[in-house]
C-alpha cells in the first residue's frame, strides 16, 4: 500500500527552526516528484516547495523562499523540508504529498504534522 | 502566479442533488488541473486529475470538464458521504489552490 507519514512537527518559537521529514513506502519513491503542502487553522491549502525525482529542481512559494528547503534521499526513501526563521504565519498543518509542478495531480497525501510557532 | 477563483465559497444542497463547482484561472492552464475532496481532520483526496480523469476507486458520480482557464467539477447525485470541502488545484506552474468550496447538507 502507498503510504507517506511525516514527522517532526511541534512547538517551536519565533525564529526558531524544525525538520520535518516524510518516510515513504509501497511505491518506487526515486521515480516521483514530492511537494510540501500546508494548512493553516481554519484555511485553505497551500503549495509550500517541491522536488524533481533525481533532486536535480526545486521550487519554493514566495511565501518560503529562502526560509525553507526541500531535500530528499532516495536511499532512505525519505523527504524533508528545513524550516528556518519560522514566523507565526507558518503555524499550519503540513502534509507530505506525491507529485508536483506539471504532474496532473498529487494522488498520495501523507495525515500531516503540525508545526506551531509560538512564544 | 496563477490565481484559481473557485465558486460558490459555500454550497447548500440535499442528497440526490446535482451539483456544479466551477473553477477559473487568471490565464490558461491547458488541462493542468485536479480537483480535491477533504473532510475535516483529514488529508485531502484525489478525485480528478488532468481536469476530467477520474481518479481510481473515486465513484462514477464524480466528473470534471474544462480546459484553458474554465472548469467545472460535477456531482450527479449527492450522496451523504459527500458532504465535506472541495478544492481545485493548477499544477501548469508552481501549483496554486482555489480558495475551497464547502458543500453542506441543506
Known amino acids: 500500500q502507498e503510504q507517506l507519514v511525516e514527522s517532526g512537527g511541534g512547538l517551536v518559537k519565533p525564529g526558531g527552526s524544525l525538520r520535518l521529514s516524510c518516510a515513504a513506502s509501497g511505491f518506487t519513491f526515486s521515480d516521483y516528484y514530492m511537494s510540501w503542502i500546508r494548512q493553516a487553522p481554519g484555511k485553505g491549502l497551500e503549495w509550500v516547495s517541491d522536488i524533481s525525482s533525481s533532486s536535480s529542481y526545486t521550487q519554493y512559494a514566495d511565501s518560503v523562499k529562502g526560509r525553507f528547503t526541500i531535500s530528499r534521499d532516495n536511499a532512505k526513501n525519505s523527504l524533508y523540508l528545513q524550516m528556518n526563521s519560522l514566523r507565526a504565519d507558518d503555524t499550519a498543518v503540513y502534509y507530505c504529498?506525491?507529485?508536483?509542478?506539471?504532474?496532473?495531480?498529487?494522488?498520495?497525501w501523507g495525515q500531516g504534522t503540525t508545526v506551531t510557532v509560538s512564544s | 502566479d496563477i490565481q484559481l477563483t473557485q465558486s460558490p465559497s459555500f454550497l447548500s444542497a440535499s442528497v440526490g442533488d446535482r451539483v456544479t463547482i466551477t473553477c477559473r484561472a487568471s490565464q490558461g492552464i491547458t488541462s493542468y488541473l485536479a480537483w480535491y475532496q477533504q473532510k475535516p481532520g483529514k488529508a485531502p483526496k484525489l478525485l480528478i486529475f488532468?481536469?476530467?480523469r477520474l481518479q481510481t476507486g473515486v465513484p462514477s458520480r464524480f466528473s470534471g470538464s474544462g480546459s484553458g482557464t474554465e472548469f467545472t467539477l460535477t456531482i450527479s447525485s449527492l450522496q451523504p458521504e459527500d458532504f465535506a470541502t472541495y478544492y481545485c488545484?493548477?499544477?501548469?506552474?508552481?501549483?496554486?489552490f482555489g480558495q475551497g468550496t464547502r458543500l453542506e447538507i441543506k
Open positions: 488545484q493548477q499544477l501548469h506552474s508552481y501549483p496554486t
Open positions: 504529498v506525491r507529485g508536483g509542478a506539471r504532474s496532473y495531480g498529487m494522488d498520495v
Open positions: 488532468a481536469a476530467s
